[in-house]
């Protein structure tokens, strides 16, 4: 495994994570798979596995923090988020102060660990003044509740808005945004995101590098039993083009060239970018996590990336 800075902070991160997120605590016979996979990344040398409270309700934060917490805790990165609703209460969702500080309290107690590493905004909260924003994510990190604090499919503008506020008023800015970023979905992190977070020094942790599993090629003939994406959903109406699919085989000639996989292909394309510090990737099975750990420390030449580029462009 290799590591990165999260951007210009001092904590390193593994740059493959493990995440929750539509895989653990979706059936009441998660926990023997989450051990399996949670325990293998972790010998794989995995230290930044990332969670939020509204995955299956909180579910997912129990199973995982489960396994994690027979771990020493500083060999670990933990991260969960906060926004989505988590119950019809009326307060029970969005980034006010209220709900930002008692989440966090349901979250430490789901993982069972006295902090998080980095406590994320999942999204940004246009119902809120930016100031109680930034003042509740800086109570959590002075009661000692979490390390850092970050950002979630958040605009530059907004992150920029944060960031200058925290600096004026000597508080805690980010010093990260989590953002969907893959060959299939680029533009928005290029072009908006990556511009302003690498002069701020924000590192990116980004989650879907594998557009939900199209960039590993198990779509090449068709949609196989038990596959997550459907032509009938978003997603799939999104990620399963016939020109997408076909870029994905394309992929394969170059992968096999370089003696790895096409989801370690993907993985390492995006760590290509130097303000990218982790991929989030998910897993259902401990053979998936052995898998993408290999693209740590892959790096594709300026040919490889050239012949990449071709084949991403726009029919």
Do not use: C
């Not at 997120?21 to 998660?30: F, H, I, K, M, S």
């Not at 994320?120 to 109680?132: N, Q, T």
């Amino acid at each position: 495994m290799e590591y990165r800075n999260l951007g210009k902070s001092g904590l390193k991160v593994s740059e493959v994570a493990l995440g929750g997120w539509e895989t653990y605590g979706v059936n009441q016979d998660a926990s023997k798979m989450v051990r399996e996979i949670v325990t293998k990344a972790y010998d794989l040398g995995v230290n930044f596995f990332d969670q939020a409270d509204v995955y299956a309700r909180g579910k997912s934060e129990e199973l995982m923090g489960a396994v994690l917490k027979e771990f020493p805790r500083h060999t670990l990165v933990i991260s969960s988020k906060v926004f989505w609703p988590m119950s019809d209460h009326v307060n029970d969702r969005g980034l006010s102060r209220k709900h930002v500080l008692e989440s966090i309290d349901g979250s430490l107690k789901r993982l069972g660990t006295d902090y998080l590493d980095i406590y994320f905004a999942h999204r940004y909260d246009p119902e809120v003044p930016m100031e109680e924003i930034v003042m509740a994510f800086d109570q959590v990190i002075r009661d000692g509740k979490a390390l850092y604090w970050g950002t979630s499919m958040w605009p530059a503008a907004r992150i920029a808005q944060a960031v200058e506020f925290a600096r004026a008023h000597g508080l805690h800015a980010p010093v990260t945004e989590q953002p969907e970023y893959s060959m299939i979905r680029r533009d928005r992190v290029e072009q908006e995101i990556l511009p302003y977070t690498e002069s701020a020094g924000i590192g990116l942790v980004v989650w879907s590098p594998l557009a939900m599993g199209l960039l590993t090629g198990k779509y090449d003939d068709g949609k196989p039993e038990g596959a997550r994406l459907s032509e009938k959903e978003n997603w799939g109406k999104n990620f399963l083009t016939e020109e997408n699919i076909q870029k994905v085989r394309d992929l394969k000639p170059i992968a096999d060239e370089l003696g790895i996989t096409r989801a370690q292909l993907a993985l390492a394309w995006a760590l290509r970018q130097k303000g990218v510090s982790s991929v989030i990737t998910g897993a259902t099975k401990t053979s998936q996590i052995e898998d993408t750990v290999k693209a740590a420390g892959v790096r594709l030449n300026e040919d490889v990336q050239r012949r990449i580029e071709e084949i991403l462009k726009p029919a």
